[in-house]
């Protein structure tokens, strides 16, 4: 999968990744534990965001170990319906993606290519579950999964909670929230067994009337194969806009499989 595709679907692209650890501020007055982790959940959940569109546009910057490009992204989401994203070179649309929870569409113009499946396809492919709300929720800044639907450990590090799953060994997953608005800093997915690591970090976020939304999203991946980060940063937001969802696939495009 290329690098256009890598920034455009985001967490799709890197899930089977990994990270470089990035610190976060905090104020350990401000944190006083409470008697169960479900009442953190709860107050994480007290901030979700009001909208029934977002529109976004943002710069985006991918790095491997192989090369570096910078681009710019349009993000449009009817919130829990679908996703458009575009990505731009030089004013130029180089990949554009569709995700609905049950489809996700692409097509890149570097190799003239397109893919339409599901995420049942992408979630072996990767090998992590995947499905439309994570993606939806990676951009919006809420907890990669549904945390009232897990048991987790409770501890306070650096000055945010720790939500340490206790699930899966060969799946660790980790959520990290400040003590006074209960906002997601930070997430980590891994499989140790896999030599798999996931880190997404939020630096920076901007308070609306529909809520809090972060401004600053880093990705950090590692895989086998290699180390991919991607930073996102939004420029410009609007909320519950009229917005249309243009997607098609250009003709004389090649369909690829996903296996």
């Known amino acids: ?29 401000q944190i006083v534990a409470p008697k169960e982790d479900r ?20 710069s ?24 458009l994203i575009s990505v731009r070179f030089l004013g130029i649309t180089m990949a554009k993606a569709l995700i609905t929870p049950s489809s996700v569409s692409y097509y890149e113009k570097i190799n003239s290519t397109y893919y339409e499946g599901d995420f049942t396809s992408l979630s072996k492919w990767l090998g992590t579950d995947l499905d439309y709300n994570k993606v939806q929720n990676l951009l919006v800044g809420e907890a990669f999964d549904d945390l009232r639907k897990g ?5 306070i590090v650096d000055n945010l909670f720790r939500l340490d799953e206790e699930k899966d060994a060969n799946l660790k997953k980790t959520f990290f929230l400040d003590g006074e608005k209960y906002l997601i800093q930070k997430e980590e997915i891994s499989q140790p067994s896999e030599n798999r690591n996931l880190q997404i970090n939020y630096s ?35 909320f519950n806009e009229e917005l249309s969802f243009p997607y098609s696939v250009p003709s004389g495009y090649k369909k690829v499989t996903i296996q």
């Open 1 to 29: 999968m290329k690098k256009y595709i890598s920034i455009l679907i985001l967490s799709i692209a890197v899930i089977s990744c990994k990270s470089k650890a990035v610190a976060v501020q905090g104020n350990t007055s």
């Open 204 to 238: 920076d976020s901007k308070v609306f009337n529909q809520g809090t939304l972060p401004t600053s999203i880093e990705i950090n991946a590692v895989q086998p194969k290699g180390k991919t980060n991607i930073n996102l940063n939004y420029n410009n937001i609007s």
């Open 60 to 83: 985006a910057k991918y790095v491997d170990e192989k090369q570096s490009q910078n681009v710019s992204a349009e993000i449009r989401i009817e919130k829990d319906k679908q996703i």
């Open 151 to 155: 048991k987790y450990t409770q501890t």
């Open 39 to 58: 009442k953190v959940i709860e107050k994480h959940y007290d901030n979700k965001l009001d909208f029934s569109t977002l529109y976004i546009k943002a």
